[in-house]
Each structure stands twice: as C-alpha cells, then as structure tokens.
C-alpha cells in the first residue's frame, strides 16, 4: 500500500511558476511508474507527465517545455515544476502510482493560472 500527498498548489498569475509535490507514504524506489495526472472540471484526467524507475520521462504535448517531472527516491518524492503558467493549465492535479498490478492516487491539489 502506498498513501500520496500532494501540496505546492494555488492560485499564480499567467506567465507565473508553482513547483508540485508528491510524498509517498513509503520508500518509492521499486515504485516504477509515477506520474502526474489533472483534470480540469466537466473533463476527463489526463497524463500530465510520468517518470518510470529507469528515469524515462514522458510529457503530453500541451506542456511539453515548460514542465518538468522529477523523483528524489531518497524523500520518497515526486515533483512537477510548471514554469510558463496558462490559464488553461488550471486543473486539479492528482499524483499517481503503479506499482506491480496496484494503482494508487493522490487527494489532488488544485492549480488556478488567473489574473
């Protein structure tokens, strides 16, 4: 079992930065799929971008260049850094990890891009 918490959201100017976090519950080291998911309001959850144990990276193409998608196994972490924030990035963001067969998510965190 593998609880996530994600913290780092809120409200940024267009244009602004927030950096995203994601603690696990317990040592992520064999965890080999994370990612970061968000679903804006009346839309489906789309991939944001994941990170496998192997260190492959995928981003979606709608914020490919401004985000960046880390893991620190020594803090159990994964961090998503939005740099360049639009409006239309505004969503909720969910942390995810798979795990052998086990899926696992986050309680989201919410990212409002408004002037």
């Known amino acids: 079992q593998v609880q996530l918490v994600e913290s780092g959201g809120g409200l940024v100017q267009p244009g602004g930065s927030l950096r995203l976090s994601c603690a696990a519950s317990?040592?992520?080291?064999?965890?080999?799929?994370m990612a970061w998911y968000r679903q804006a309001r009346g839309t489906q959850r789309d991939l944001v971008a994941a990170i496998t144990s192997a260190g492959t990276i995928n981003y979606a193409d709608s914020v490919k260049g401004r985000f960046t998608i880390s893991r620190d196994n020594a803090k159990n972490t994964v961090y998503l850094q939005m740099n360049s924030l639009k409006p239309e990035d505004t969503s909720v963001y969910y942390c995810?990890?798979?795990?052998?067969?086990?899926?696992?998510w986050g309680q989201g965190t919410q990212v409002t891009v408004s002037s």
């Open positions: 317990r040592s992520i080291f064999s965890v080999n799929f």
């Open positions: 995810h990890a798979r795990s052998g067969l086990n899926r696992y």
